[in-house]
């Protein structure tokens, strides 16, 4: 008889279910073959990508402008991110499966507001601002997520 609440169709068999609950020893194993990526970590480089893409354009242009308008649209990336990983990483965040789910799904839709928010100030508070100075830091600085999970922690062997 199987053990769910769901009644079997006719003509089906009852067959063994193919999936099985892990053992914590099991559950550990698979953890540790995740690779983690801390979303501070993530957010530290995409500053970091976005200072020198500032200094980059500065220097090749050699207008002050375009150095400061590729800043802001990193800005534009990292202030929501940081926002984003305080709120994920706060302690309630991990009480249980639903409080995250909901958690995670709050806060992206704050950093969400918060990035469209920056981008329609950015005429207002940087002088000369460069469009597509601007949209050149903002891609910069969100292509770092694939370059934080290329640079992981990489999945440990198992030993059977």
């Known amino acids: 008889m199987p053990s769910n609440n769901i009644a079997p169709l006719p003509g089906d068999q009852e067959e063994a279910s193919p999936v099985r609950p892990l053992s914590a020893e ?25 200072f020198v893409a500032a200094l980059v354009a500065w220097a090749l242009t050699g207008k002050q402008n375009v150095g400061w308008s590729v800043a802001y649209g990193a800005l534009a990336v990292v202030v929501p991110a940081a926002v984003f990983a305080r709120g994920l990483t706060g302690k309630f965040s991990s009480l249980n499966a639903g409080s995250a789910a909901v958690g995670f799904l709050l806060w992206e839709m704050v950093k969400i507001a918060l990035t469209f928010a920056m981008l329609a100030m950015a005429s207002r508070l940087v002088a000369g601002l460069s469009w597509p100075a601007l949209l050149v830091g903002l891609v910069l600085a969100m292509k770092v997520y694939w370059v934080a999970l290329a640079f992981a922690r990489r999945p440990k062997t198992i030993k059977s």
Do not use: N, Y
């Not at 957010?43 to 970091?48: D, F, L, N, S």
């Open 26 to 50: 099991e559950a550990r194993r698979v953890r540790e073959q995740i690779p983690q990526v801390s979303p501070w970590w993530v957010v530290a480089g995409q500053a970091g990508v976005g």
